[in-house]
């Protein structure tokens, strides 16, 4: 998250907005407490379900 805080300041810092694929739905709550959304789910070949997230800029 100290990562995610860091690339988010920068993103802000400049007003951009900010995409992520979240692999593992025991994060997601995380992305949302800063910010992020849900957009959509995607279905790899192999059947593991990737949320895609966005937030936008600020």
């Known amino acids: 998250m ?3 805080s860091d690339t988010l300041a920068r993103l802000d ?3 951009a907005n ?3 694929e979240s692999t593992n739905p025991a994060d ?4 949302e407490s800063v910010g992020f959304v849900r957009h959509g789910e ?3 070949p ?3 379900r990737v949320t895609t997230m966005w ?3 600020r």
Do not use: Q, S
Request: a positive charge; hydrophobic letters at 45%.
């Open 28 to 31: 997601d709550r995380r992305y």
């Open 18 to 20: 900010a995409y992520l």
């Open 13 to 15: 810092a400049i007003g």
């Open 55 to 57: 937030r936008p800029a």
């Open 42 to 44: 995607l279905v790899t």
């Open 46 to 48: 192999g059947g593991r």
């Open 2 to 4: 100290a990562l995610l």
